[in-house]
């Protein structure tokens, strides 16, 4: 019934809770099932035309007069964060090759229409930022929050994993480790988001496997 070792990606995380037959105790379950997850975003990924925007070596965060960046809106484009890409191989390395913009308001539905009036918009509200942007696109894509979660299976397509909560940090803490024989986390949310993040966590998660092995 239970494996030396079981495989368990990141995504499943809140639902451990259905797994309290096979032996998670009922308390650690309702902990679990009571964590929230972080928003997802809307991201428009840009393709540049050559040489039109220079290449910055960090993110560039606009936000409109009117953006509560402790409460932000979903329902109204208040904040862009924009990552530079470089350009190929080979070409003026001073220009970036792409750019992401990416954001937490959402398109009204889910349909290619909504995306890509949530793009442009996207793009205009940018150019406040980089004039001419508009002119620089040579084209797009988009993504949201389902696009993520359809890939990655994270609900709700959440971009930082579960929200900590610094007033009660044992509340929200998610150990590499659970109760279950041979069931071990590893992401954003046992420990810290992005590509750095994540990698320290497996690291760590690593560990505790080859600890218990040495156990076995």
């Given at each position: 019934?239970?494996?030396?070792?079981?495989?368990?990606?990141?995504t499943?995380e809140?639902?451990?809770?259905?797994?309290a037959?096979?032996?998670?105790?009922?308390?650690?379950?309702k902990?679990?099932?009571?964590?929230?997850?972080?928003?997802?975003?809307f991201?428009?990924?840009?393709r540049?035309?050559?040489?039109?925007?220079?290449?910055?070596?960090?993110?560039?965060?606009?936000?409109?007069?009117?953006?509560?960046?402790?409460?932000p809106?979903?329902?109204?484009?208040?904040?862009?964060?924009?990552?530079?890409?470089?350009?190929?191989?080979?070409?003026?390395?001073?220009?970036?090759?792409s750019?992401?913009?990416?954001?937490r308001?959402?398109?009204k539905?889910?349909s290619?229409?909504?995306?890509?009036?949530?793009?442009?918009?996207?793009?205009?509200?940018?150019?406040?930022?980089f004039p001419?942007?508009?002119?620089?696109?040579e084209?797009?894509?988009?993504?949201?929050?389902?696009?993520?979660?359809?890939?990655?299976?994270?609900?709700?397509?959440?971009?930082?994993?579960?929200?900590?909560?610094?007033r009660?940090?044992e509340?929200?803490?998610?150990?590499?480790?659970?109760?279950?024989?041979?069931l071990?986390?590893?992401?954003?949310?046992?420990?810290l988001?992005?590509?750095?993040?994540v990698?320290?966590?497996?690291?760590?998660?690593?560990?505790?496997?080859?600890?218990?092995?040495?156990?076995i």
């Amino acid at each position: 019934l239970y494996p030396p070792f079981f495989p368990f990606r990141e995504t499943v995380e809140r639902d451990t809770a259905g797994l309290a037959g096979a032996g998670l105790r009922k308390i650690y379950s309702k902990r679990i099932s009571g964590l929230s997850n972080t928003s997802g975003f809307f991201t428009v990924n840009i393709r540049l035309k050559e040489r039109s925007l220079k290449y910055l070596d960090r993110n560039v965060y606009i936000h409109s007069e009117e953006a509560d960046l402790w409460n932000p809106r979903a329902d109204r484009l208040e904040s862009v964060m924009v990552s530079f890409g470089p350009s190929e191989e080979g070409t003026a390395p001073e220009y970036a090759g792409s750019i992401d913009l990416l954001t937490r308001t959402l398109p009204k539905d889910n349909s290619i229409a909504a995306r890509k009036a949530l793009a442009e918009e996207c793009i205009r509200f940018v150019s406040g930022r980089f004039p001419g942007l508009v002119d620089m696109v040579e084209a797009f894509w988009t993504s949201t929050p389902s696009t993520y979660e359809k890939f990655t299976s994270i609900p709700g397509g959440s971009a930082y994993g579960t929200i900590k909560d610094w007033r009660s940090p044992e509340t929200t803490f998610l150990s590499s480790r659970t109760p279950l024989r041979g069931l071990f986390l590893a992401g954003g949310s046992p420990g810290l988001h992005g590509v750095f993040g994540v990698t320290m966590t497996s690291y760590r998660t690593l560990d505790e496997i080859l600890s218990s092995e040495n156990n076995i």
